[in-house]
C-alpha cells in the first residue's frame, strides 16, 4: 500500500510538470483558435534564453524577466509577420503555420546560444523531504512540490485574467469567431500579441523548472509530447481542464508502468497515455472540461 | 606539330594540369551538430576534424592532405543515408565513413559493401560486425556494445572481490527502450546466468525525460548495482531522479554513451561520485597541447566553445580521428606512400590495424585509448574499456589498467550472431586465411 502511494504521489507530481507545458497550449487554444505545434519550441527557446544570459554573467533575477520581455518580442513578431497576413484563414493553415514555427525557433536557439546541453540550479534542492521519508518512508522531491505550487499560483491567476477582466473576455470572443470579435471593435492584433505574450511567460516557467530538472537541452522541446495526452483529457479550452488532465495522465502512466509495464515488457508510459487519451476521445470528445460544440442544422 | 604549336602546347599543359597538384584523401563528414544529439555530434566531429586537420599542418601523410566535407544528418537516418548518398563520389571517392549513429550505420551497412567505402563504429553499432569474415567493410573499433557489457560485469565482480562474489546479487539495467538499448541483453542475461546474479530490466522510453516510475521500482528492490545504458536527456535525468528517490550515484555505472561532461553538468550535484564506463581515458596528453598550441592558437579549431577542448566527446573524435589517419597510413604501407588510397585499400589498411602503445606514445597519446590491433576475423581490435568517476568537476580515471570481460565467451557470441546474419543475407563468409 505504501508503495503505490508513493507511485501515485509520484504519478501527480510528474503530472503537474506536464501540466506547466499544457497550459501554453490552452492559451493559444483558447484565445484563438490555433493548437500552436510550435509550445514546445517555445518552452527550449524560453528556457535557453534565460539560461544563456545567465551564463554570460547576469543574475538570474535579471536573466528571467529579460527572457520574458524577448518572449514579448517574439510574440510580436509572430504577430505582424506570421498571423495578421492570416486574418480568418482555416484553422488548419494556421496549424501548419505553427509547424513551420516549431522548426524556426529551434533552429534560433540554437543558432543563438549553441547546441551545449547546460546546467540550471533554481536554488531549489531536487532531494526527498526527509521528513516523510523517515516517516512514512515515501519519497517525495521539494522540487516537485515546488513545482505543484508554481503550477496552482499559474493556473489560479489565469483562471481569474480570463474570466474576471476585460482583456480576457475580450479573449474569448476572438477564439470564438474573429470577424465577428473585429466588427464589436476588439482590436485583433493586439490580443494575438497578449495571448502569445502569456503563453511565451508560461513557456519560460515550465521551461526553467523542467531545464532545473533534467539540463536545459534540445530535449526539453519533447516535453511538448507529455502536454498532448493531457489537453486531451482535460480539453484543449480549459485552464483548469490542464491541470486536472495533468493529474490524472501523470497517476495513470506511472501506475500502468509501474503495475502494469513488467506484463508486457516495461517501457509503456511513452504511450500509455496516448492510449488512454484517445479511449478518452470516444467517450467525451471535448475533454473533461473542454466546450461542448453544439452545432444547429 | 610545328616547334611554336609544341612551344604553345607544353606552356599550356604547364598553366593547367602540368603544375604539381597535392593529393588529397576525402573523407565524407556525416555529422550533426543541431538537433537533439547535438553535443555529442559537434564534439565528437570537432574532435576527429581537429586532428585531421593537425595531420595536414604536419604535412599530411606522407605528404597526403586530408580534405573533407561535412552534411548534416540531424541524427536522423534517412537523412544520414542522404548524406551518404550525396558525399560518397565527390572529390575522387570517398575513402571511408563514421556516421556516429546507430541508425544511420544499419541504413548504409549493405550500402558500403556495395560501394566498396569501410565504415567505422565506434563503439556503437552492431556487436557482430566484429566479425571480419560477414562484415569486411564495417569496424566497430576498439569495444563493441557486448565487450563493454563484459568489461562492466568484470568491474562489479572486481569490486565485490571476484566474479562469483556477484552471485546472489542483483542488477538492475535501465535502458533506453531501443535497438542500443536492448543490444548488451545477450550478454548480460548470459553473465546472470553463468554467475547467478539477479538481473532486473527497467525499459525507459524514448527521450527519457521523466524516470519516476523506473526509480521507484528501482528503489522497491533495492539493486546493488544500477546499469545506465542512456543516451542525451536520459543522463541526467537518470541521475536527478536517483538523487530523488535516493539511490546512491556511487552504485550507478553508465554506458560510455552516458559519460560526457553534458551528462553530468546538468544534473549538478545529483551526479557526483557516478561513475561510466569509457574507451577513451580523460586526462591531459601531448597530443591535447599540440592541438592547442597548432591547431587553435592558429586559429583553426573546430569547437566553437573552447571550454569543450578536451571534453569526453572532443577526445573520443580525436581517438577515432587517431584510428582513421593510421588505417590510411597503413593502407600506403601496402600500395603506396604519398598516393591517394581507395576505399578498398583503406579497409585493408582498417583490417590491418597495429596502433600499440609505441606508436601511441609517439603520437602523444599514450594511455588516451588502447591498443588496437585488427585482423580480418576481428575488426574490433581491442575490447578494453577502463572506469571513469565524476567528482563534480571533471571525469578520472579509477581503472590504472584496461578492463577487459570474458573475451572467449564474447567471440562466440559474435561469431553466432554474424553466423545467423550471413545466412539471412545469404553471404558467404570470406576465408581469413586467404587474405593477405
Known sequence: ????????????????????????????????????????????????????????????????????????????????????????????????????????????????????????????????????????????????????????????????????????????????????????????????????????????????????????????????????????????????????????????????????GPYVGGGIEGWFPYVLALLFLLVRPEGLFGEKIIRRI | MNIAKKILLTLALMASGGAVVAAEQYIPAIDYRVGPYAAGGSGFFGGAIDYMTLVNINGGINGVKLIWEECETEYNASRGVECYERLKSKNGGASMVEPLSTGIAYGILDRVAQDKIPMTTLGYGRSDAADGRVFPYVFPLITSYWNQAAGMIKYLGDKEGGLDKLKGKKIAF??????????????????????????????????????????????????????????????????????????????????????????????????KGYTSMTFNTPGNYPLLDELKKKVYAAGKGNLEDKSRIGSTYHMRGVTAGILWVEAIRKAQEKFGKGKVMTGEQVRWGFENLNVDEAKLKALGALGMLPPVKTTCLDHEGSGAVKVQRWDGAAWKSITPNWVVGDRAMIRKMMEESAGKYAVEKKITPRDCSKEG
Do not use: C
Request: cysteine-free.
Open chain 2, 174 to 271: 535501465l535502458y533506453h527502450d531501443s535497438a542500443f538499448g536492448k543490444e548488451p541483453f545477450p550478454v548480460l542475461e548470459a553473465y546472470a546466468k553463468q554467475v547467478g546474479f539477479e538481473l532486473l530490466k527497467l525499459a525507459v522510453p524514448h527521450p527519457g525525460n521523466e524516470q519516476q516510475s523506473q526509480w521507484l521500482q528501482i528503489r522497491q528492490a533495492k539493486p546493488d548495482y544500477v546499469i545506465l545504458w542512456g543516451w542525451g536527456v536520459m543522463n541526467p535525468t537518470a541521475l536527478k531522479t536517483a538523487q530523488r528517490n535516493g539511490y546512491p550515484r556511487e552504485k550507478i555505472l553508465g554506458v560510455w554513451w552516458s559519460g560526457s561532461e553534458e551528462d553530468v553538468v546538468p544534473a549538478g550535484d545529483a551526479a
Open chain 1, 1 to 260: 500500500m505504501q508503495f503505490f502511494l508513493e507511485v501515485l504521489l509520484g504519478g501527480l507530481l510528474s503530472g503537474i510538470m506536464y501540466s506547466l507545458v499544457a497550459l501554453g497550449f490552452v492559451l493559444i487554444y483558447k484565445a484563438s483558435g490555433v493548437f500552436n505545434f510550435a509550445q514546445g519550441a517555445m518552452v527550449f527557446f524560453a528556457a535557453l534564453t534565460a539560461v544563456g544570459l545567465h551564463d554570460m554573467g547576469l543574475s538570474l533575477w535579471l536573466a528571467v524577466p529579460l527572457t520574458m520581455a524577448i518572449m514579448i518580442v517574439l510574440a510580436v513578431a509572430i504577430e505582424k509577420i506570421v498571423l495578421r497576413p492570416l486574418v480568418n484563414q482555416a484553422e488548419i493553415t494556421l496549424f501548419m503555420v505553427t509547424i513551420g514555427l516549431t522548426f524556426f525557433i529551434e533552429g534560433l536557439a540554437q543558432a543563438i546560444w549553441g547546441a551545449s546541453v547546460r546546467k540550471l540550479e533554481l536554488g531549489i534542492e531536487d532531494v526527498p523531504l526527509e521528513f516523510l521519508l523517515d516517516n512514512a518512508g515515501i519519497a517525495i522531491s521539494q522540487f516537485d512540490l515546488v513545482a505543484a505550487g508554481i503550477a496552482f499560483v499559474l493556473v489560479a491567476a489565469l483562471a481569474i485574467f480570463f474570466s474576471k477582466t476585460k482583456v480576457g473576455r475580450a479573449l474569448r470572443a476572438v477564439a470564438d469567431d474573429h470577424q465577428a470579435a473585429l466588427s464589436i471593435g476588439i482590436p485583433l492584433q493586439q490580443i494575438w500579441v497578449i495571448v502569445w505574450g502569456v503563453a511565451g511567460f508560461v513557456a519560460l516557467v515550465a521551461g526553467l523548472l523542467w531545464g532545473a530538472r533534467n539540463g536545459v537541452q534540445f530535449a526539453l522541446t519533447f516535453v511538448a509530447l507529455k502536454a498532448l495526452p493531457v489537453l486531451i483529457l482535460g480539453g484543449f479550452t480549459s485552464v483548469p481542464g490542464a491541470i486536472v488532465g495533468g493529474l490524472i495522465i501523470g497517476a495513470s502512466e506511472k501506475l500502468a508502468e509501474v503495475f502494469l
